[in-house]
């Protein structure tokens, strides 16, 4: 119950500090199971999303968060635990939580992970690690793209900016097979399926112009 007193108050406090703007619900997946894919800035990111959609609140979602955001920071553990966020550690506690979640994924519960891994710290994009692809190969459930932007030159989190959190065409669980061997070229593609969905909706939807995750590289060359 303390889930479904604390997301109404989290709505009302983000829409006065941040004013946040929805784009894409269209392309969200109910009734099944999915896995939600955003870009990473800021440690209230998996909380503006959870508040982004109503569906959301009543079917509350499983999270994986980076240990870290669970040491030295006892109230916000505590509010990300109430979201549905479990600490991702390493070892066998980690291949516990994976398995359960994607049979949560399969019998219909959606999952929200960050395909990059960390924080970006210039507000760049990163490459999409590999985990994340495995998971929904295992699971076989669609991937939603979701970017978050923030008003900001910098591209990152600041008091009573403005946020928008768009929300992508699925990617389908098909598209997404990666076979028994689990194919590396098929690996890279879904990668770049991915990166090029978040830099589309950048180029749309940016409060400032978008840094493509590879600009520094093509920079150097």
């Known amino acids: 119950m ?11 406090l983000a829409h006065i500090v941040f004013r946040p703007q929805v784009i894409g619900r269209e392309n969200l997946i109910k009734g099944r ?4 894919a955003p870009n990473h800035r800021s440690a209230l990111d998996p909380v503006f999303i959870v508040l ?14 980076k240990k870290e955001l669970f040491q030295g920071k006892p109230l916000l553990a505590w509010f990300l635990r109430q979201m549905g966020a479990v600490s991702v550690k390493n070892g066998r506690d980690d291949l516990s939580t994976l398995d359960n979640t994607i049979r949560e994924c399969r019998t219909g519960r959606g999952l929200l992970l960050f395909p990059e891994g960390t924080r970006s710290k210039d507000g760049r994009l990163l490459p999409p690690k590999s985990g994340a692809f ?10 939603i793209p979701c970017r978050i ?6 591209g990152r989190l600041k008091l009573f900016c403005r946020i928008r959190i768009c929300f992508g065409k699925p990617i389908s669980a098909e598209q997404l097979a990666l ?9 890279r593609e879904n990668k ?30």
């Open 179 to 187: 076979g028994e061997k689990r194919n590396m070229v098929k690996l």
């Open 52 to 65: 982004s959609d109503g569906y959301f609140w009543l079917h509350k979602m499983r999270i994986f968060a």
């Open 33 to 36: 199971g999915f896995i939600l």
């Open 192 to 221: 770049k399926m991915l990166t090029a969905a978040w830099e589309e909706m950048g180029r749309e939807y940016a409060f400032f112009r978008c840094v493509p995750a590879n600009a520094e590289k093509e920079k150097t060359e």
């Open 2 to 12: 303390l889930y479904y007193i604390l997301v109404p108050l989290a709505w009302v």
């Open 149 to 154: 932007l923030y008003d900001t030159p910098d």
């Open 134 to 143: 495995v998971v929904a190969d295992q699971a076989a459930v669609d991937m």
